[in-house]
């Protein structure tokens, strides 16, 4: 069972936001030789985690949070991501680096283990992580960070508010939207219309290019980030069968209702 | 198609969803790609666990249901669900631990996967094998085949892209499974349930769906009008529902809802990939946008260039005739 929640004297509430570099999603991606095509494709902050270093900042703006820190795990370049997560105000920045080699097959599984180890030294009150990486559209490692470390999840979290030791989340259902409490220390998800973020200056991103980065070899860390899935193959969707322009309402009417028969 | 014989030693749990006291279309779906692997035990819980129970009992191939009631697991918090799936997989030796996507099992089953320190597979479409899945990445545009090296394969299942199972033919027994005490560390407050006397998204054969040309939320008026004859579900894009023309339940797209009608009638949407993910299995579709260049074009077995706004309603009329 985990340490039950205690905030401190001086209600310090730590926020950690878990950010991931990945290929923009305006990129259009292309797979040849059984590889997807992503040497010199533009890269970019996940969206998803773009809106959670959002929500962070904005709750130390409202004082809520007194410290934030953001947080990567990725291949040396991915420093970038922490970068604008310092030029977006976060405090401090910790760089799990990955092997190129190693980055391609690093799991969801592999990266909530390390956030959970940092967990251990960090001790945050709240971690927000974007729902999903545009990349492996898992979705999931908000939830195994949530499960390795005990903690409540709030998934698809549409708006947060945090007070008395907690957070209630909205969250998106499938049916339409749900609302939880959660204990801290907690793990967010941050969805779509969490919130509008804002992009930093350019003074902001000049100063933090200055900023030390907590910089460390994920090897050190002493957690397994074996895959567990091979990828065996991978291809391009087949394509669908190219279709005709219509000139009317009437002619599209026709060939929904007799061509195609879905009328 | 793979099929493994009754020797086989995979054994599947289904995890079921329920809405309004009725499992959902796509729990048939999985149950039908869980009996791939090997028998099925399908696993009710919620408030409405009874009902669903029953009517799990006598889907076509499934040959046991599980059932936890209680407060503890009644509003479906995967804080208090996941301990109990954690029990029921180690106590009857699971092989295969499947649920159909969804947000629900978006949330429940990696928290369930990870007290196991297994990798779980999300919005698997096809099943090779026991331990070989196909899904997709960088918004649909990327189809992976992997083979997974956990003892048990946790995965989350396309509800469109698997036959539903027949809700007749079965004759399972129902076992109940002892809850323990609520744990506590959240607490289900409130379910804002947006009301629609419209078909549901997912399973609806005809969708029609709009996107930023249709410039306000009020003019969503002419799809409710065009999807009344066809008796459709109404969709919608990302950006319309970030602008709050929609409520996010409607949302098609690489993160939201993935649909597969027989008919995908698109209206002042663009085509962005993103939205594309969502509903390019659509068997027909047809797009109508006043800009001929418009990427949606691409993926139409039927496109009009034209102004929705004279249209939509033409067609509307045409149906009603």
Redesign the interface.
Same mark, same amino acid.
């Given at each position: 069972m985990s340490l039950m929640y205690r905030p401190t004297a001086a209600q310090q509430m730590k926020v950690v936001v878990g950010v991931k570099r990945v290929v923009d999603y305006s990129v259009k991606i292309r797979v040849k030789d059984n590889k997807v095509q992503t040497d010199n494709v533009k890269m970019s902050v996940n969206p998803f985690c773009e809106i959670a270093l959002e929500e962070a900042v904005r709750l130390k703006e409202k004082k809520i949070a007194t410290e934030v820190i953001a947080v990567t795990v990725g291949v040396k370049k991915a420093d970038d991501v922490l970068r604008t997560a310092m030029a977006l105000g976060c405090d401090k920045a910790i760089h799990i680096v990955v092997p190129d080699a190693e980055a391609a097959t690093l799991e969801p599984l592999a990266v909530a283990k390390v956030l959970a180890k940092l967990h251990e030294e960090l001790k945050p009150d709240l971690w927000i992580l974007g729902k999903q990486a545009v990349d492996g559209d898992f979705g999931s490692t908000p939830q195994l960070l949530a499960g390795l470390i005990d903690a409540p999840q709030g998934t698809f979290a549409s708006e947060i508010a945090v007070a008395d030791g907690k957070v209630k989340v909205t969250r998106e259902i499938d049916a339409g939207r749900q609302v939880v409490e959660l204990n801290l220390p907690a793990v967010v998800a941050a969805d779509l219309r969490l919130n509008q973020p804002r992009f930093p200056n350019l003074q902001s991103i000049m100063k933090a290019r200055k900023k030390p980065v907590d910089t460390r070899p994920i090897d050190k860390l002493g957690v397994d980030t074996k895959p567990h899935l091979a990828t065996v193959k991978v291809e391009e969707p087949a394509a669908r069968k190219a279709g005709i322009k219509v000139k009317t309402v009437e002619e599209l009417f026709d060939k929904l209702r007799n061509e195609a028969k879905v009328l | 198609m793979f099929r493994l014989s009754s020797l086989s030693l995979g054994k599947a749990l289904v995890i079921a969803e329920t809405?309004e006291g009725k499992i959902v279309p796509a729990t048939l779906a999985a149950i039908t790609a869980a009996s791939k692997v090997g028998p099925v035990t399908a696993f009710a819980s919620g408030k409405d666990a009874a009902a669903a129970a029953e009517q799990l009992s006598k889907v076509a191939g499934v040959e046991q249901v599980l059932v936890a009631s209680g407060d503890a697991v009644a509003t479906g918090?995967?804080?208090e669900l /996941?301990p109990v799936v954690k029990t029921i997989v180690e106590k009857n030796g699971f092989t295969h631990v499947f649920a159909a996507t969804?947000?629900?099992s978006? @949330?429940?089953?990696?928290?369930? /996967?990870?007290?196991f320190?297994?990798?779980?597979?999300?919005?698997i479409t096809s099943i090779q094998s026991e331990d070989?899945f196909v899904r997709?990445?960088?918004?649909? @545009?990327?189809?992976?085949?992997?083979?997974?090296?956990?003892a048990i394969k946790f995965g989350t299942v396309r509800g469109t892209s698997f036959e539903r199972a027949a809700t007749t033919g079965g004759n399972a027994a129902i076992v109940a499974v002892e809850c323990s005490a609520a744990l %506590?560390?959240?607490?289900?407050?409130?379910?804002?349930?947006?009301k629609s006397d419209k078909p549901d998204l997912?399973t609806a054969a005809?969708v029609v769906a709009g996107g930023r040309g249709l410039k306000n939320a009020e003019n969503f008026k002419l799809l409710d009008e065009l999807a009344a004859p066809?008796k459709a579900a109404v969709g919608a894009t990302?950006a319309v529902?970030?602008a709050g023309f929609c409520? @996010?339940?409607m949302q098609v797209g690489?993160?939201g809802?993935t649909i597969a009608p027989?008919?995908y009638i698109g209206a002042g949407i663009s085509g962005a990939?993103?939205h594309v993910a969502g509903m390019?299995e659509s068997?027909?579709?047809?797009v109508?946008n006043t800009d001929a260049d418009a990427p949606f074009?691409q993926?139409?077995?039927?496109?009009?260039? %034209?102004d929705l706004f004279?249209?939509v309603p033409?067609?509307t009329k045409?149906?009603k005739n």
């Open positions: - | 809405l918090l995967p804080e /996941a969804s947000a629900f978006k @949330n429940l089953i990696p928290r369930v /996967a990870v007290k320190d297994m990798m779980p597979i999300a919005d070989t997709h990445a960088y918004a649909g @545009n990327v189809v992976s085949t992997v083979k997974s090296a956990d %506590g560390k959240s607490k289900w407050i409130e379910d804002l349930i947006a997912t005809i066809l990302r529902v970030d409520p @996010n339940d690489q993160t809802k027989t008919l990939i993103q390019k068997k027909v579709i047809a109508i074009f993926v139409a077995d039927y496109g009009l260039v %034209g004279e249209a033409a067609l045409l149906l």
